[in-house]
């Protein structure tokens, strides 16, 4: 406000200058008068400065409707340049959003300066009537909501129209994007990694329910999701790991150098799910491609460790998305659990080997499952460790896993001893 009065205190004298009335003169045309508000606002980037000015110039009086209203027009198109020198080096929906921000403005300037040149042709007088400052800003707020009302119901052909513009190519449709201009700002840059690094675990946890999904009901459509899903968290681990590396070497607090270690460790362990996932589902794809099937037995005592592997899959990422100490605390006595019971699912496989109730063909993918299950049960393990160790850097990964293994009596041990009983084969 203080900049607008001294900007009206100026303009006061300045209909006495040399030149003024030319100028004045020049906005007489529309097309003239747009043009030169588009450019002018576009160099210094400010929309709201520009209608200042046009206020300014109001006050100083010679200002018609006629003149305001291109001026207002071209300050709103002029204004798209910030979002164009912000698009650069981002990602293609990015460049979509700065196409539609730039084609409402350029649409909605068009009509209305045809509707200007309309009444313009029927010689209606308001247009030849001197604006004032408060007419400046009826104008633009009026060419604004004008513009939403009349662009809002054919939003469709615009988005389609963004997208011939911004094609997509032959990229994947989901693109991770982190923009380094936040290096600038840690906590946003942390925040927005963390938001990220979730994305990935949920794509994760997705992947590998919809394996184990698969392997009692094949569907080929699950099976080309998760491979699909499998390349996007690839795609994450790449993104984000270089990008939490690029942190790591700044300044950082105790407490977001934590954070910041504990998103590294645990994207290899999302990534590594994903790889587990693929597998589950290239062995449902195996069963299901030679018409192969486990006993009756078989089945019941892998929906047993299935059970157990979705629980905590579950656990382990609702604990890191929420960061939630307490969950993790109960991940490790079901890790526990889950290897006990793939030593005695293997010991029954072979007892059933030995007595010729299964073929060594269905051993084989047995055995690839269990291997599968482990291995992810582990990754949940190391992703549950990762977020206990996240208020302090005291805690050694390795002496706690060797520590709580090794317990004879206390909280691991209640646990381990109620998953046992909860899931027994």
Do not use: W
């Not at 499998?230 to 590396?245: A, C, H, P, S």
């Not at 293997?346 to 291995?375: P, V, W």
């Amino acid at each position: 406000m203080y900049g607008m009065e001294l900007m009206s205190d100026s303009m006061r004298s300045v209909r006495s200058l040399e030149g003024f009335d030319t100028f004045l003169a020049t906005l007489k045309s529309p097309i003239v008068a747009l043009l030169i508000s588009t450019v002018f606002t576009g160099i210094i980037q400010s929309s709201a400065a520009t209608i200042g000015i046009v206020q300014a110039l109001a006050l100083a009086g010679g200002i018609t409707y006629q003149m305001a209203i291109p001026l207002v027009l071209g300050a709103n198109i002029g204004t798209c340049v910030t979002a164009l020198i912000s698009a650069v080096g981002t990602n293609k929906n990015a460049k979509r959003v700065v196409v539609m921000h730039f084609s409402v403005n350029v649409f909605g300037s068009v009509f209305c300066m045809i509707i200007l040149y309309i009444i313009k042709a029927f010689g209606i007088t308001i247009l030849n009537t001197e604006v004032a400052m408060v007419g400046v800003a009826v104008v633009h707020t009026v060419f604004n909501a004008i513009n939403t009302v009349l662009l809002l119901p054919v939003k469709k052909p615009l988005y389609k129209f963004c997208e011939f513009v911004v094609p997509k190519g032959d990229e994947e449709t989901h693109t991770v994007f982190l923009d380094e201009r936040l290096f600038y700002n840690t906590p946003l840059v942390i925040d927005e990694c963390h938001r990220l690094c979730c994305e990935m675990a949920e794509h994760a946890r997705n992947s590998l329910l919809n394996a184990i999904k698969i392997i009692s009901q094949y569907d080929n459509n699950i099976a080309l999701n998760i491979r699909e899903q499998e390349t996007l968290i690839d795609k994450y681990e790449d993104k984000l790991g270089t990008y939490l590396v690029k942190i790591s070497n700044s300044d950082l607090s105790e407490s977001n150098s934590h954070k910041v270690a504990r998103m590294l460790h645990s994207i290899g362990d999302f990534e590594r799910i994903g790889d587990h996932a693929l597998n589950i589902s290239k062995t449902a794809e195996e069963m299901h491609n030679k018409n192969i099937m486990f006993s009756a037995d078989a089945l019941r005592e892998l929906s047993v460790v299935t059970d157990a592997v979705t629980e905590i899959i579950d656990m382990s990422i609702d604990a890191f998305i929420n960061n939630d100490i307490e969950i993790a605390s109960h991940v490790e006595p079901l890790e526990q659990v889950i290897d006990k019971l793939n030593k005695e699912l293997k010991a029954m496989h072979i007892k059933r080997l030995q007595n010729n109730e299964c073929t060594i063909e269905l051993g084989f993918i047995l055995s690839d499952l269990l291997t599968n299950y482990e291995r992810v049960s582990d990754h949940c393990s190391n992703i549950a460790v990762y977020t206990m160790q996240l208020p302090t850097d005291t805690l050694d990964t390795h002496k706690y896993l060797h520590g709580i293994k090794n317990a004879t009596e206390g909280t691991f041990v209640d646990e381990f001893n109620m998953y046992s009983q909860k899931y027994h084969l």
